[in-house]
T-cell receptor, first 116, second 109 residues
């Protein structure tokens, strides 16, 4: 079965550069969530989209932006990268916002960002 | 105070023992509670969900919820080395999921 696809899997950037992470949800899933997980840390909710509209916002820095496109894939854009942005970025998808109520969030393998 | 708190761990149990993982949450309005398992370098995967007070059993796993005490736990019976992972407690908060820091469990053969 198709899973959540994230790309790139690994990314190395310099400070002050920009980075874009992509997430392709499970087919028919219309809701996407972005999480940031630092080393030894819990996943921190960044932002979510439902039907191409932002549905909730967490601890996403102003330097970051995201959107969901007509094919439901989502992109997380990060600018003016800082050393502290080094983390594993997970995307999860669900069918409707009910995924949050059922816990049925399906996670991708994550994109590991390293900022040097 | 973090919204979801877990034992810092690490927790080490011998094979065949019961592993007990605990979690407290701050938002009394939370309605849905979950346990995710995360192997090192991998993504979290849902293993248990619980919505009402009491116990919920699924195979070797039992989730316990006490809303009055704002407490959720996960018991793993007959622990196996393959259970060694980080266990994340997650709580539904409005339209997003809030995670605890996770408890690292090691099951020793």
């Amino acid at each position: 079965a198709a899973g959540v696809i994230q790309s790139p899997r690994h990314l190395i950037k310099e400070k002050r550069e920009t980075a874009t992470l992509k997430c392709y949800p499970i087919p028919r899933h219309d809701t996407v969530y972005w999480y940031q997980q630092g080393p030894g840390q819990d996943p921190q909710f960044l932002i979510s989209f439902y039907e191409k509209m932002q549905s909730d916002k967490g601890s996403i820095p102003d330097r970051f932006s995201a959107q969901q496109f007509s094919d439901y894939h989502s992109e997380l854009n990060m600018s003016s990268l800082e050393l502290g942005d080094s983390a594993l970025y997970f995307c999860a998808s669900s069918l409707g916002l009910a995924g949050v109520n059922t816990g049925e969030l399906f996670f991708g393998e994550g994109s590991r960002l390293t900022v040097l | 105070q973090k919204e979801v708190e877990q034992n810092s761990g690490p927790l080490s149990v011998p094979e065949g023992a019961i592993a007990s993982l605990n979690c407290t949450y701050s938002d009394r309005g939370s309605q849905s509670f979950f346990w995710y398992r995360q192997y090192s370098g991998k993504s979290p995967e849902l293993i248990m969900s619980i919505y009402s007070n009491g116990d919920k059993e699924d195979g070797r796993f039992t989730a316990q919820l006490n809303k009055a005490s704002q407490y959720v736990s996960l018991l793993i019976r007959d622990s196996q080395p393959s259970d060694s992972a980080t266990y994340l407690c997650a709580v539904n908060n409005n339209n997003d999921m809030r995670f605890g820091a996770g408890t690292r469990l090691t099951v020793k053969p």
